[in-house]
């Protein structure tokens, strides 16, 4: 193991793939805003998980401290990462896998890709990864002359859209049932004409498709929700099935998993398996639990690898307070309650990660600077913080970041920016009484000249509206209520 996995880099590494925004969050997010469907679509779906969910939890009457307990053991986690790894490497080796370290998404595709081609595959099938979207897996396969095809329904249905994926969970979660049989139509083979948009229709219709992928591709690659150090034991959890299938028909198993996903025991486990999924999809349990260690002679793949990824979690490890953010467990909750995220949906984050846990991971692992507009992208609600079933500060995190990124921007920039001026200008208005008295007055005559600022504050105000200025300020009310 290198030091690039023991928390010293002070920066993230280059290569980090599919994590930098194409644009500032403003910028989407009012593109996103003004598409009707779009909006309908985010309300409908995060309102009937936000309902499902709170109905589960409620049967719970020990969920607070499970969530205590899912905090403490990721804090345990973190504070001894690099010794976790290497108990879950030699516990995988041991049991016939074989591991591979990727410092950044560069190396992670070329370790992947290198393993298909050695098993002389031209596709793999994959199971839902957060990680080989961070990475850019499918890009490089392809570029590689090797077809990745998608096997869990929402992740297919992005795959064929050409579209991208806009929810941790749910990928499609923008697409309407009508959106989704116009992609079938178009771009799934063999598919019925006639085919309908009932929801059975289109699952029916997927299971065909890719019943044969099933049956006949030797290569698989995943992601992992856990991995038990003390046993090497590695764990997928899904609603579908096909991640079943995946794990146990291939004959080479390529799994490729954040450094933080470890965890130190098999105890350990059963308190995520509690949390994870009345969080996410708001089941009781998971209708599929697929765990493997190593290699079983005779059963399931023979070939089993495991790459390790850190593009750049060590950099986020470094940080005491930003940290938090790699407790995650890819529940999604934050999504499901920010009003920001059911607003805007997750292209607008233009990260693989979105919504609130996006706002404070992709940031830390880029640089701040790449994503700076993404800690800016919430209300600070404190919805989020709630609805986290491991206890992830996200509003503290954003402040954090927040208050990082203006430190890099002074660092870099001797020219104050037109913000900073205005900061400046307000605190040395504040201290100075008779100047903020003179301030408020002129606020008073506001509310005749109206609730549109000149420019070029103009710019705020013609999307939003300015809080009236109240007929008396407080000075006034109190100096008039003293002479009374």
Same mark, same amino acid.
């Given at each position: 193991?290198?030091?690039?996995?023991?928390?010293?880099?002070?920066?993230?590494?280059?290569? =980090?793939?599919?994590?930098?925004?194409?644009?500032?969050?403003?910028?989407?997010?009012?593109?996103?805003?003004?598409?009707?469907?779009?909006?309908?679509?985010?309300?409908?779906? +995060?309102?009937?998980?936000?309902?499902?969910?709170?109905?589960?939890?409620?049967?719970?009457?020990?969920?607070?401290?499970?969530?205590?307990?899912?905090?403490?053991?990721?804090?345990?986690?973190?504070?001894?990462?690099?010794?976790?790894?290497?108990?879950?490497?030699?516990?995988?080796?041991?049991?016939?896998?074989? &591991?591979?370290?990727?410092?950044?998404?560069?190396?992670?595709?070329?370790?992947?890709?290198?393993?298909?081609?050695?098993?002389?595959?031209?596709?793999?099938?994959?199971?839902?990864? /957060?990680? +080989?979207? %961070?990475?850019?897996?499918?890009?490089?396969?392809?570029?590689?002359?090797?077809?990745?095809?998608?096997?869990?329904?929402?992740?297919?249905?992005?795959?064929?859209?050409?579209?991208?994926?806009?929810?941790?969970?749910?990928?499609?979660?923008?697409?309407?049932?009508?959106?989704?049989? %116009?992609?079938?139509?178009?771009?799934?083979?063999?598919?019925?004409?006639?085919? +309908?948009?009932?929801?059975?229709?289109?699952?029916?219709?997927?299971?065909?498709?890719?019943?044969?992928?099933?049956?006949?591709?030797?290569?698989?690659?995943?992601?992992?929700?856990?991995?038990?150090? %003390?046993?090497?034991?590695?764990?997928?959890?899904?609603?579908?099935?096909?991640?079943?299938?995946?794990?146990?028909?291939?004959?080479?198993?390529? +799994?490729?998993?954040?450094?933080?996903?470890?965890?130190?025991?098999?105890?350990?486990?059963?308190?995520?398996?509690?949390?994870?999924?009345?969080?996410?999809?708001?089941?009781?349990?998971?209708?599929?639990?697929? /765990?493997?260690?190593? =290699?079983?002679?005779?059963?399931?793949?023979?070939?089993?690898?495991?790459?390790?990824?850190?593009?750049?979690?060590?950099?986020?490890?470094?940080?005491?307070?930003?940290?938090?953010?790699?407790?995650?467990?890819?529940?999604?909750?934050?999504?499901?309650?920010?009003?920001?995220?059911?607003?805007?949906?997750?292209?607008?984050?233009?990260?693989?990660?979105?919504?609130?846990?996006?706002?404070?991971?992709?940031?830390?692992?880029?640089?701040?600077?790449?994503?700076?507009?993404?800690?800016?992208?919430?209300?600070?609600?404190?919805?989020?913080?709630?609805?986290?079933?491991?206890?992830?500060?996200?509003?503290?995190?954003?402040?954090?970041?927040?208050?990082?990124?203006?430190?890099?921007?002074?660092?870099?920039?001797?020219?104050?920016?037109?913000?900073?001026?205005?900061?400046?200008?307000?605190?040395?208005?504040?201290?100075?009484? $008779?100047?903020?008295?003179?301030?408020? !007055?002129?606020?008073?005559?506001? $509310? &005749?000249?109206?609730?549109?600022?000149?420019?070029?504050?103009?710019?705020?105000?013609?999307?939003?509206? =300015?809080?009236?200025?109240?007929?008396?300020?407080?000075?006034?009310?109190?100096?008039?209520?003293? !002479?009374?």
């Amino acid at each position: 193991m290198t030091e690039t996995f023991l928390g010293l880099p002070a920066t993230a590494p280059a290569g =980090v793939g599919n994590l930098r925004g194409d644009e500032p969050f403003p910028v989407a997010a009012r593109r996103a805003l003004a598409d009707a469907q779009l909006r309908r679509n985010l309300r409908h779906a +995060t309102g009937t998980i936000r309902a499902k969910s709170a109905a589960v939890i409620g049967e719970v009457p020990d969920w607070a401290e499970l969530r205590a307990a899912g905090r403490a053991i990721k804090s345990d986690t973190m504070a001894r990462l690099p010794e976790l790894l290497e108990q879950l490497e030699a516990a995988v080796t041991a049991a016939g896998g074989t &591991v591979h370290w990727a410092t950044d998404a560069v190396e992670a595709n070329r370790i992947v890709t290198d393993l298909v081609r050695a098993t002389g595959a031209d596709r793999v099938m994959k199971v839902k990864s /957060m990680a +080989t979207q %961070e990475i850019g897996l499918n890009e490089a396969l392809e570029a590689a002359g090797i077809e990745p095809v998608e096997t869990d329904l929402a992740e297919l249905i992005v795959q064929l859209g050409r579209d991208r994926p806009s929810h941790i969970l749910v990928p499609a979660i923008h697409r309407n049932r009508a959106e989704i049989r %116009e992609v079938f139509l178009r771009e799934m083979p063999g598919v019925d004409p006639a085919l +309908t948009d009932e929801p059975a229709a289109l699952a029916a219709a997927a299971r065909r498709h890719l019943r044969e992928t099933f049956l006949s591709t030797k290569v698989a690659v995943s992601g992992a929700n856990f991995a038990v150090a %003390e046993t090497g034991t590695l764990a997928v959890v899904e609603s579908e099935g096909n991640g079943r299938m995946c794990l146990t028909l291939p004959d080479t198993l390529i +799994t490729v998993m954040g450094v933080e996903k470890v965890i130190p025991t098999w105890d350990d486990l059963g308190v995520f398996l509690q949390l994870l999924p009345r969080a996410s999809t708001g089941e009781r349990m998971n209708p599929y639990t697929s /765990m493997w260690t190593g =290699v079983t002679p005779g059963d399931g793949p023979q070939q089993v690898h495991l790459v390790l990824l850190d593009n750049g979690r060590s950099a986020v490890l470094a940080d005491e307070v930003g940290r938090q953010a790699l407790h995650c467990i890819r529940c999604s909750a934050c999504l499901n309650v920010c009003p920001v995220y059911e607003r805007t949906g997750g292209h607008a984050y233009g990260s693989v990660y979105p919504g609130p846990i996006g706002a404070v991971l992709s940031p830390q692992l880029t640089g701040v600077e790449e994503n700076a507009s993404l800690p800016y992208a919430s209300s600070l609600c404190g919805a989020c913080f709630d609805a986290c079933p491991v206890m992830i500060d996200i509003p503290s995190v954003l402040v954090h970041l927040r208050a990082r990124h203006v430190a890099e921007q002074r660092a870099a920039h001797r020219t104050p920016s037109a913000e900073a001026i205005a900061m400046a200008a307000a605190a040395y208005t504040m201290d100075h009484p $008779r100047l903020y008295a003179a301030a408020q !007055r002129a606020a008073g005559l506001g $509310r &005749v000249a109206g609730r549109a600022l000149p420019p070029p504050l103009s710019g705020w105000t013609a999307s939003r509206d =300015v809080p009236a200025a109240p007929p008396q300020t407080f000075r006034q009310w109190w100096s008039q209520r003293s !002479r009374s």
